[in-house]
């Protein structure tokens, strides 16, 4: 009874909110040390979180896409040290890499799959920092390559969902995969999918005992045999034992916003921006920039509510719980357009 009043109290001043309440304080950190900058970076905390991290990703130097310009991708690594104004070259992933998910656990950052200039990955690689230089160890790969997929940590338990096993597909996976980061031997098990289509480029988050997978874009094979996206507004719910469950839609379509979601609070996650595809038809140089709205999902109501802006919409990027603070490194700022920006937000007092 007391746990139900609990919930009706909360329903009820969240059904208050008409506009975002601007929970965030944002403010700027040393931009990335790249002309260009980078979408599709690894990001994490290294050296008990003493080191922000920032690794791979790619960009289109010199000229757009639309000019003819040749995507890149990198393998540097940078950290910014807490405290320090500056940020520094410490190393190098195993090849050039992006578009994979990074998960920061005690000591190190693992980093999942990913894409190069010419193919999708399954390797998995856990970085760790010691006083000379950063220690790349290999960790199970994956049951097969994929790139453009989300992921979250649950306790001590690994999630990965969705995404696509090669450059070309014509389809998104739909399909979970986790490792127990105690018993890292038994490798990734594949769960049940979730009762709703495959997709890349979602948003996941963990909290209350639950994995969570929010929006991304579907693929099918168009009339030229390219892929198409399917713009998707659903949302699900993983709970340990008891399988899937559809939720809430986040209110607006939202693909590639900064993953993994951040918590709020312990019982709600934050859904940051993301691409509502409501520029698709929008020639790049005139695109206005992706939606900056965050959204708050309440677990125990099934609720969402608008909680503010970041003052600049970022999408395919990471999040990173570091120094006291969300942070959101780089990522894209318009198509085909990176940004070298950092932001930090702490809640407001």
């Known amino acids: 009874m007391k746990q139900a009043f609990v919930i009706l109290f909360i329903m009820g001043i969240i059904s208050q909110t ?21 979408a599709g970076p690894f990001a994490g905390t290294l050296d008990d979180e003493n080191l922000l991290i920032v690794a791979g990703g790619a ?8 000019e003819g310009g040749k995507k890149v991708w990198y393998d540097t690594i940078y950290a910014l040290r807490k405290n320090a104004k500056n940020w520094e070259v410490v190393g190098k992933l ?7 998910v990074s998960i920061s656990v005690d000591g190190g950052l693992i980093c999942i799959g990913g894409s190069d200039a010419n193919q999708h990955h399954a390797e998995v690689f856990w970085l760790t920092s010691t006083k000379q230089s950063i220690k ?3 960790l199970p790969s994956l049951p097969a390559p994929c790139a453009n997929m989300c992921g979250a940590r649950l306790g001590r338990t690994i999630y990965v969902a969705g995404g696509i096993e090669k450059p070309d597909a014509v389809d998104a996976l739909n399909v979970t995969r986790a490792l127990n980061l105690d018993h890292i031997e038994a490798g990734w098990q594949t769960l049940e ?5 495959g997709r890349m480029l979602a948003a996941s988050g963990a909290r209350e005992g ?20 399917i713009w998707l507004r659903d949302a699900y719910r993983h709970t340990p034992g008891k399988g899937w ?17 951040p918590a709020l609070d312990p019982a709600s996650l934050l859904l940051i921006g993301g691409d509502d595809g409501a520029q698709i038809a929008t020639a790049p140089r005139d695109h206005r920039g992706f939606p900056r709205t965050i959204f708050a999902y309440h677990t125990l109501t099934d609720i969402w509510r608008p909680v503010g802006e970041i003052p600049l919409g970022l999408v395919t990027t990471a999040t990173v719980e570091w120094d006291g603070r969300l942070v959101i490194p780089g990522g894209e700022k318009m198509p085909g357009t990176r940004s070298t920006e950092v932001w930090a937000a702490r809640l407001k007092k």
Do not use: C, H
């Open 94 to 100: 195993p090849r050039p890499l992006g578009y994979g």
């Open 18 to 38: 008409t506009k975002a309440e601007d929970l965030l304080q944002w403010s700027s950190l040393s931009p990335i040390p790249d002309a260009e900058g980078f």
């Open 136 to 138: 790349i160890t290999a």
């Open 245 to 261: 469950k559809q939720i809430a839609d986040p209110p607006q379509i939202t693909v590639a916003a900064p993953s993994p979601m």
């Open 210 to 229: 639950s994995f969570f997978v929010v929006g991304g874009a579907g693929l099918r094979a168009g009339a030229d045999g390219k892929a198409e996206r």
């Open 193 to 197: 999918p979730w009762p709703g289509p």
């Open 59 to 66: 960009n289109f130097p010199g000229q757009r896409p639309w």
